[in-house]
């Protein structure tokens, strides 16, 4: 698959989220998808981070599968829910609980403890960071 169709690919499941969000969210839920410098995410299982108003990604999130997309992302946009909602101190694991509420699917943990949707390990293993 083609780079361009990669990011497109990418693109609509993120706007996908995105609208699935905006009407459950007291306010204005904009966010945008940057695709940032590799060199940012040096751990295996690194593939993405936010901010109140951004989820950026790791160019290699670009080889993954659909389900670890979804993960990934429904993970990234209840950390930006949460945010702007003021709460800035928040656990990983009540990350993917609201992820779960707002989407309506879980999240599984693969073989190498990255977020998917097509089942693994679950809730988020203990070992992993917490925050």
């Given at each position: 698959m083609k780079a361009d169709n990669k990011i497109n690919r990418i693109n609509n499941i993120f706007f996908d989220l995105v609208n699935q969000i905006i009407p459950l969210f007291d306010g204005e839920f904009s966010v945008r998808l940057v695709l940032d410098d590799a060199r940012k995410y040096p751990k295996t299982r690194d593939?993405?981070?936010s901010s109140v108003d951004t989820v950026f990604i790791a160019p290699k999130i670009l080889e993954a599968s659909k389900n670890t997309i979804e993960g990934l992302l429904m993970h990234?946009?209840?950390h930006v829910y949460l945010m702007k909602m003021g709460i800035h101190e928040h656990s990983e694991l009540q990350t993917d609980q609201l992820?779960?509420?707002i989407f309506d699917k879980k999240i599984y943990y693969d073989n190498n403890d990255i977020q998917t949707t097509k089942g693994g390990k679950y809730p988020r293993p203990d070992y992993l960071?917490?925050?």
């Open positions: 593939y993405a981070m990234e946009l209840a992820a779960e509420l960071p917490k925050k």
